[in-house]
T-cell receptor, first 114, second 114 residues
Framework: KAGVTQTPRYLIKTRGQQVTLSCSPI?????VSWYQQTPGQGLQFLFE???????NKGNFPGRFSGRQFSNSRSEMNVSTLELGDSALYLC?????????????FGSGTQLSVL | AQTVTQSQPEMSVQEAETVTLSCTYD???????LFWYKQPPSRQMILVIR??????QNATENRFSVNFQKAAKSFSLKISDSQLGDAAMYFC???????????FGQGTRLTINP
């Protein structure tokens, strides 16, 4: 079974541009969540989608948005990029929603904003 | 608010020896789960071990085991017979109830010396 796939692996953008990152979960998984990882702030939760609905959102500005499609694939979008958005963006999927659910992560998209 | 603290930014151990990584957390919940994730240079977060709070017995997965002290809110990871492939960042994580969201510690970088 294929794991969580994130594309692209690397991305370079300039300030003010927008970017879209893609995540394909493990087949059959319905929950997809996104995390931002930076050296200073560590791993921070962005949002979670289940059955095409955003269920939870972290403490990020409205420039960060996402969506989930009927096949559970998810995209996240960052508009008006700032230097501080440079980070590794990780996507994780799980079969259902629950405290004991194991999250399976992708290898991330490394975004650099110049 | 739930918090997770890893007080050791870096640890090193000789190959084949045992190392313990520390984690403390804060929660008012009585039943919960705790996780240790490993992030090798490939950047993909991999679940190492999971502990359910109401279980008295410490979880074990091959060479990985935990020392779970509920009253002290401590959740340390012991790696026995360390191998070169164990070199990675290790994150302790706490899932937020109802949010399908993990709160991560700041991580411990583990180096294995041959």
């Amino acid at each position: 079974k294929a794991g969580v796939t994130q594309t692209p692996r690397y991305l370079i953008k300039t300030r003010g541009q927008q970017v879209t990152l893609s995540c394909s979960p493990i087949s059959g998984h319905r929950s997809v969540s996104w995390y931002q990882q930076t050296p200073g702030q560590g791993l921070q939760f962005l949002f979670e989608y289940f059955s095409e609905t955003q269920r939870n959102k972290g403490n990020f500005p409205g420039r960060f948005s996402g969506r989930q499609f009927s096949n559970s694939r998810s995209e996240m979008n960052v508009s008006t990029l700032e230097l501080g958005d440079s980070a590794l963006y990780l996507c994780a999927s799980s079969l259902y929603r629950g405290l004991d659910e194991k999250l399976f992560f992708g290898s991330g998209t490394q975004l650099s904003v110049l | 608010a739930q918090t997770v603290t890893q007080s050791q930014p870096e640890m090193s151990v000789q190959e084949a020896e045992t190392v313990t990584l520390s984690c403390t957390y804060d929660t008012s919940e009585s039943d919960y789960y705790l996780f240790w994730y490993k992030q090798p240079p490939s950047r993909q977060m991999i679940l190492v071990i999971r502990q359910e709070a109401y279980k008295q017995q410490n979880a074990t997965e091959n060479r990985f085991s935990v020392n779970f002290q509920k009253a002290a809110k401590s959740f340390s990871l012991k790696i026995s017979d360390s191998q070169l492939g164990d070199a990675a960042m290790y994150f302790c994580a706490y899932p937020i109830q109802g949010a399908q969201k993990l709160v991560f510690g700041q991580g411990t970088r583990l180096t294995i010396n041959p």
